[in-house]
């Protein structure tokens, strides 16, 4: 078997590759790119990659991430996004890959009483969520697809929630911290496992992919505080406090994230453990130097 990753320089592809070789799959079997190597939104480049490779799985990983920034650059987070996929997803196709791809809770609104399961209806309320809903449609072209949602990623090649709470906790008694959006953090070593999982089976469709459990951000901020014995205290805030407070213009983000996970049971796959074992489990690596 042969694997191409894109969005290697993210968090999640740095992991999906490490799970591959922990696995034994052999380093030539492996190709693990980002931009520099083959820019999605070059049609002509990504063909030529792809079909001189010819993998049997793509993991789908590049993509448009800064939520509030895509606000502004509707045209280019719609290049990236989108129009990447499809390029990505139409060579996917020429080579007979199955594709993975990775999409977000923001394809929801976030007003639903109860949990999000994976065939309720979408009402993106961001141009991030709108183009990664978009990518959706695209890849579901591909019959050899798997579609996984997730939130709250966290790993260790990147910036993420805990990296960037621990530094403010260095100089900072106390943090504001939005206390009324629910979800679920993501460890991608976790998610990395899953999707290794899946793309050796034909369980093809549509996934809630994250760590069991549900928080605030700003119950995750004391969680991560508590472990490193931080001192720093947490007030909770509302979205619209915490806005007015830093003065700060924001992209929509949904308030009630929990996603419905039950068709990873369905089809025989492990859930992900719970985000707090997660979250201790990051943290060490963070405290050995990334190991």
Known sequence: MKYLITGYNGQ???DIKNELLKRGVFKDDILAIDKDEMDITDREQVFN????????VIFHCAAWTAVDKAEDNKELVNLVNVIGTRN?????????????YMSTDYVFDGTKDGIYLVDDR????????MTKYLGEEEVRRNPKHF????SWVFGINGNNFIKTMLKLSENHESLNVV??????????????RLLVDMSSTEKYGTYHATNEGY????????????INNKDTKVNKVTTEEYLNLTNTKQAYRPKNSKLDKSKLDENGFDRLPSWKDATERFCKVLKNGGK
């Open 12 to 14: 999640l592809g740095y």
């Open 49 to 56: 990659v792809i079909k001189d490779f010819s993998p049997d």
């Open 88 to 100: 990505v997803v139409d060579a996917s196709i020429e080579v007979g890959a199955k594709i993975l």
């Open 122 to 129: 979408v009402n993106p309320k961001s141009v991030y969520g």
């Open 147 to 150: 579609i996984t949602r997730i």
């Open 179 to 192: 206390a009324d959006q629910i979800g679920s953090p993501t460890y991608t070593v976790d998610l990395a």
């Open 215 to 226: 928080c605030s951000w700003a119950d995750f901020a004391e969680y991560i505080f508590k």
